[in-house]
């Protein structure tokens, strides 16, 4: 069990570390305005307006999620594994 002396240090390096972190903190904020300036580029920005998924479905269609290939698919995915092997192979030519 740690005594009052130990917890007292123990605090004023929890403060250092605090300190060191806020001046780090600024260096960085004051390097990041210097680079890109003083307006951010999230400000006022709202990340659940964002580039949603149902959006993200309806701009691009992964071509192999298409309708017509799922017959191809379940073959594909119930044949044997040297078969799909073969496939694969053929298809890295």
Do not use: C
């Not at 009052?4 to 390097?31: C, S, T």
């Not at 959006?55 to 799909?84: C, G, M």
């Amino acid at each position: 069990m740690p005594d009052a002396e130990e917890i007292a240090r123990r605090e004023r390096a929890i403060q250092q570390l605090v300190k060191k972190d806020a001046e780090l903190g600024a260096i960085a904020e004051a390097r990041v305005t210097a680079k890109y300036g003083a307006a951010s580029s999230l400000d006022g920005y709202d990340f659940s307006d964002s580039f949603d998924k149902s959006e993200q479905a309806t701009r691009s269609i992964d071509w192999v999620h298409q309708p017509w290939l799922r017959p191809i698919r379940f073959v594909y995915r119930n044949s044997p594994k040297s078969l799909r092997f073969i496939v694969k192979r053929l298809a890295r030519k």
